[in-house]
């Protein structure tokens, strides 16, 4: 069992839709969450931070932590085109070995 | 601010060569860290560090070695170059004070080994 895992999608939605994406994980010390961003042929760019469980929102993003479900969430509402690229989740037990999922690419048609 | 640069951005080594990936913030950020990103894949940590003279490792070191002797500078060095070792690395650097945390990406070194 990988110790993060998320679908990779490819996941298409209309233009104004939510977008739902997540990540379940099996180490139970995990403290720190994080989403990315990435576009094509670029580095990753830090989107939400979380510590421990709970829920936090930054404009259209949405960010949920589930520790009992082991289980983390983003919701981006009222998706736009330019939000079209590929998210990764990580997390960690001390804010700097992080662990990566794969990544679930996202298209969003206008 | 430049923010996190990084060189060469491409480069094709040869198996059994060495080189060297430059990483340069100009943020006076104390946390640095070098990933990989196969395709298709998260990235993957390989070293880091907490301030200069100071590194660890990630969590896929080996055929790897980084040094820090400035804040500024965080080389990773590849020894003996493998196939297994073409992929993407990215470097980065952070910021942390209290429930706020920044963190910035380079743009990547392209490396190919054949």
């Known amino acids: 069992q990988k110790e993060v895992e998320q679908d990779p999608g490819p996941l298409s939605v209309p233009e104004g839709a939510i977008v739902s994406l997540n990540c379940t994980y099996s180490n139970s010390a995990f403290q720190y969450f994080m989403w990315y961003r990435q576009y094509s042929r670029k580095g990753p760019e830090l989107l939400m931070y979380t510590y421990s469980s709970g829920n936090k929102e930054d404009g259209r993003f949405t960010a949920q932590v589930d520790k009992s479900s082991k289980y983390i969430s983003l919701f981006i509402r009222d998706s736009q085109p330019s939000d079209s690229a590929t998210y990764l989740c990580?997390?960690?037990?001390?804010?700097?070995?992080?662990?990566f999922g794969a990544g679930t690419r996202l298209t969003v048609k206008p | 601010n430049a923010g996190v640069t990084q060189t060469p951005k491409f480069r094709i080594l040869k198996i059994g060569q060495s080189m060297t990936l430059q990483c340069t913030q100009d943020m006076n950020h104390n946390y640095m860290y070098w990933y990989r990103q196969d395709p298709g894949m998260g990235l993957k940590l390989i070293y880091y560090?907490?301030?200069?003279?100071?590194?660890d490792k990630g969590e896929v070191p080996n055929g790897y070695n980084v040094s820090r002797s400035t804040t500024e500078d965080f080389p990773l060095r590849l020894e003996l170059a493998a196939p297994s070792q073409t992929s993407v690395y990215f470097c980065a650097s952070s910021y942390s004070r209290g429930a706020t945390i920044k963190q910035y990406f380079g743009p990547g070194t392209r490396l190919t080994v054949t």
């Open positions: 990580a997390m960690s037990a001390d804010n700097n070995d992080m662990r």
């Open positions: 560090s907490v301030g200069a003279g100071i590194t």
